[in-house]
């Protein structure tokens, strides 16, 4: 097993709304792709010192575990992944990090 997390940063206009429909939509493809074992999503919990950080301040994590490292490659090179973060990106230009682990 093999996961990818992603950390993100939206920016202050991206309504709460459209944060839940960016994940509501990126389940459904991670899900309907055949190539995710399971997905999920965290909200960040802010705190005082927030402003401090020194890279940025997350605002969400998402946790997608393949069966593999080829499948998760499949997964990111997926059309249906790759258009939804192009359409994601032109509406609320967002920074993401990630780091893919082995279970």
Not at 11 to 22: G, V
Request: net charge negative; hydrophobic share 40%.
């Amino acid at each position: 097993m093999v996961t990818h997390t992603l950390i993100f940063s939206f920016p202050a206009e991206m309504s709460e709304a459209h944060r839940e429909q960016f994940f509501r939509e990126g389940s459904a493809i991670a899900i309907g792709s055949g190539l995710v074992e399971s997905y999920r999503h965290e909200r960040h919990i802010p705190l005082a010192n927030d402003e401090n950080s020194p890279v940025f301040v997350a605002s969400a994590l998402a946790r997608v575990s393949h069966a593999d490292v080829d499948t998760m490659r499949r997964y990111v090179e997926y059309p249906p992944v790759r258009e939804f973060v192009r359409r994601w990106q032109a509406r609320f230009p967002y920074q993401v990090v990630w780091v893919n682990t082995e279970d």
